[in-house]
């Protein structure tokens, strides 16, 4: 029996190597297995079950720890560049103020001790040791909650800077932003070109037009703070505007919400589409070969094209979202501010600093201007009288004016002298032509005749309704080197246009024909 035991266990270590293997650790396993064979078996057998030597179970039997519990700790190679500065002057400066980048405290160093610190060969160190410490002892940073959106729930507003586009309108820089709108759930967004700021005005006119375009409502309605749109406003006003954005929230049945102040991440459906819209416009205006626009409307054309090419890749979610959405009212709202200003003697009337014209016949008359973000549109009781493209005043506080000339027409005939010092004679003239021959005629002829020759091509305009067509013959004049005159251009003018038939024939229709339609009828 023992000797056959002893052959049993010769044999079996001569299948597993009998000895350790050079440079083949022992593994964890390999000693938990040894272990387990240990109390049955001699040292001898059960480290060839094992499958390493007997030497190396003596030494497990005096250490049973597993390989990996005994591997030595990891030291330093090279002494800590930071052993006499961390604790005493770094520490204390990262504890009062947890802010403090560590560039500026590598600064501090090099300043304070530009001996032992003469240049950046620490930085990556400093930075390695700030970051560990921020990550153990800093404040516990804010969580975002991803949310799951429902179909019909939720619609996000904002607006957003789109002057990084270039954009031009007939050459001049386009200053403006875009008003966004969209659903939470299917992406579905709107876009409306804003030339003002963040107003009520631009906010319930777009949002209606999201909405009516869309052909539904959704519950909620999700904006920022809206401070920029207060920013200007008295206590008094921006209360006002407040209760009227609540009441058109109201009318449509809409849940009004607002992300908390400085946390842009709560209103981030619609902020993260900002980036891919603008980056989808700017794409698209390379592809065009152009940034300019002959008018707003061209523009605003295009915008629209952009967004519905982009909503037609959402089709899907869109029929989800459209399928939960509660039905429109039966009207719109207020989307205008409205302000009661009174006609003066100077022919016009004032809105937020801006001049506009009026009919003269209007003078002494109380209007409401429905101000709107592009426009401005004055009503006498419930008859329209007039319409302006909206100005904004400037930050210089020089007077801006926007005056029709066939409002004053009438009164320059009488004192066509007075065109010469009027404060808004820039704003008279409809089209830069106009004002290149008033240029010509103040230094080719005196005032009293160039005063004289202005308002009669101006009149010349306004009496044939050809203001374009002699915008035309005022430049092919003022290129000639010729001084231009209503008499000369009345001539070409009527060269031009075909000449209208004196007799019409127009073939009258038999009353018997009625007969017989009503007898087909009958």
């Known amino acids: 029996m023992l000797a056959g035991a002893g052959q049993y266990e010769r044999d079996l270590c001569h299948e597993n190597g009998g000895l350790d293997v050079p440079g083949k650790p022992v593994t964890d396993q390999q000693v938990?297995?040894?272990m387990q064979e240990r109390?049955?078996?001699?040292?001898?057998?059960?480290?060839?079950r094992a499958g390493f030597s007997e030497r190396t179970a003596r030494r497990l039997d005096g250490d049973p720890r597993l390989p990996s519990q005994r591997q030595p700790e990891r030291g330093r190679t090279v002494p800590d560049p930071l052993a006499g500065v961390w604790q005493s002057v770094l520490l204390p400066i990262l504890e009062r103020d947890p802010a403090v980048q560590a560039v500026t405290l590598l600064r501090h160093l090099q300043m304070s001790d530009p001996d032992h610190f003469p240049d950046d060969r620490i930085r990556r160190t400093l930075e390695r040791r700030v970051r560990n410490w921020r990550a153990l002892n800093g404040a516990p940073k804010d969580v975002i909650f991803r949310q799951a959106p429902e179909p019909g729930r939720m619609a996000l507003s904002d607006f957003t800077d789109a002057g990084e586009l270039g954009v031009t309108v007939a050459g001049e820089p386009l200053a403006h932003r875009l008003y966004h709108f969209v659903l939470a759930y299917s992406g579905w967004e709107y876009a409306g070109v804003v030339l003002g700021g963040e107003s009520f005005a631009a906010?319930?006119?777009?949002?209606q037009n999201a909405l009516w375009s869309l052909g539904g409502v959704p519950r909620e309605h999700r904006t920022d703070s809206l401070s920029a749109a207060y920013r200007n406003l008295s206590r008094d006003e921006a209360d006002d505007v407040t209760r009227r954005y609540e009441e058109m929230c109201s009318h449509y049945g809409l849940i009004a919400s607002r992300n908390n102040p400085g946390e842009a991440h709560e209103n981030g459906a619609v902020e993260a589409h900002h980036r891919h819209l603008k980056t989808a416009l700017d794409q698209a205006l390379i592809l065009r070969g152009s940034r300019d626009f002959a008018t707003l409307a061209d523009y605003r054309h295009f915008v629209d094209q952009l967004v519905a090419r982009r909503n037609r890749r959402r089709e899907a979610g869109v029929r989800a979202e459209i399928a939960a959405l509660r039905i429109l009212p039966s009207r719109r709202t207020t989307d205008f501010v409205e302000v009661v200003a009174r006609v003066t003697r100077t022919g016009g009337f004032l809105v937020k600093q801006v001049f506009y014209s009026a009919p003269a016949r209007l003078i002494?008359?109380?209007?409401?201007?429905?101000?709107?973000?592009?426009?401005?549109?004055?009503?006498?009781?419930?008859?329209h009288v007039v319409s302006h493209p909206r100005r904004r005043a400037g930050k210089d506080g020089r007077r801006i004016h926007v005056v029709d000339y066939r409002h004053?027409?009438?009164?320059?005939?009488?004192?066509?002298?007075?065109?010469a010092s009027s404060v808004y004679r820039?704003?008279?003239?409809?089209?830069?032509?106009?004002?290149?021959?008033?240029?010509?005629m103040c230094k080719t002829l005196p005032q009293k005749q160039a005063c004289r020759r202005m308002v009669a091509l101006l009149a010349l305009a306004h009496d044939e309704g050809c203001e374009a067509e002699l915008a035309s013959l005022i430049a092919k004049t003022l290129d000639a080197g010729v001084v231009p005159t209503a008499q000369d251009l009345r001539d070409r003018l009527e060269r031009q246009m075909p000449p209208m038939p004196i007799d019409v024939p127009v073939a009258l229709t038999s009353l018997a024909s009625f007969d017989g339609l009503l007898e087909a009828r009958a």
């Open 32 to 34: 938990r297995l040894y």
């Open 39 to 48: 109390p049955f078996h001699s040292r001898r057998i059960a480290a060839a």
């Open 203 to 207: 906010l319930a006119e777009h949002l």
């Open 364 to 383: 002494g008359q109380r209007l409401r201007v429905h101000v709107y973000d592009d426009r401005i549109e004055a009503w006498l009781g419930a008859t």
């Open 408 to 419: 004053v027409i009438h009164a320059l005939r009488r004192k066509p002298q007075a065109l």
């Open 426 to 440: 820039d704003s008279l003239f409809p089209r830069v032509e106009y004002a290149n021959a008033w240029a010509l």
